[in-house]
């Protein structure tokens, strides 16, 4: 006998198109509301990436130009004054 809970969702066809593989189980029923999102419906939210691409698009050409070319090298020196790296 299973004693794993097993947890679907889908719509009332999409469940009852299984029903064979639940025949004689209990189960639980929880009706959502309309608008409840499916799991696959959520609205995908944005990647790191795609945030920090964003900000990184409002920052005006010549405000990167002033930052020093070896910034990426370097940068633990410009925060904390470590020395530079060779």
Request: proline share 8%.
């Amino acid at each position: 006998m299973t004693t794993e809970v097993i947890e679907i969702e889908g719509t009332w066809e999409e469940i009852t198109a299984r029903a064979e593989q639940f025949a004689g189980r209990r189960l639980r029923v929880t009706v959502l509301p309309e608008e409840f999102p499916a799991a696959s419906e959520k609205p995908a939210s944005p990647s790191l990436e795609e945030e920090i691409a964003a900000i990184v698009a409002t920052v005006p050409e010549d405000e990167w130009a002033k930052l020093p070319a070896d910034l990426g090298d370097n940068l633990d020196h410009y925060i904390y004054g470590t020395p530079k790296s060779e």
